[in-house]
Structure formats: C-alpha cells, structure tokens
C-alpha cells in the first residue's frame, strides 16, 4: 500500500515536470521569433524567456479548442 503511495506521488510529479518542460521548450521559439522579427517591424520591446512563456499559454488559453462539439 505504502508502495502504491510513493510510486502515484512519483508519477504525479514526473508528469508536472514533463508538462512543465515541454511547455518551457515550446516558449523558446516564440521568444527567439518575437525577438528577431517583432523589435524592427513594429518597435516593440524584446521578451524574456518568461515573457514568452506567458504569451505561449495566453494564446494556448485563447485560441486552442477544447473539444466541445455542438450536433
């Protein structure tokens, strides 16, 4: 019984962390693309690496669909 608790928590946890990386490695593009094209297109100011994470989620929030289906 002991056992099944430590190995869930270690399972949870590994999954927060895989979750966590990949989402950390997928804002490292948006970063590097925001920074070369958006400062001399338009002149905004470049993004720090949790800038663009930020932006990554909000527009995950925002654009992605969440499977409703509607018949």
């Not at 950390?24 to 690496?49: D, Q, R, Y």
């Amino acid at each position: 019984m002991k056992k099944q608790i430590i190995g869930g928590f270690i399972l949870g946890v590994g999954l927060i962390a895989l979750v966590v990386g990949l989402s950390a490695i997928m804002a490292l593009p948006v970063m590097w693309l925001w920074n070369a094209l958006i400062p001399e297109i338009i002149g905004l100011k470049t993004l720090t690496f949790m800038q663009s994470w930020g932006v990554c989620i909000l527009t995950g929030l925002l654009f992605k669909s969440h499977g409703s289906t509607s018949k």
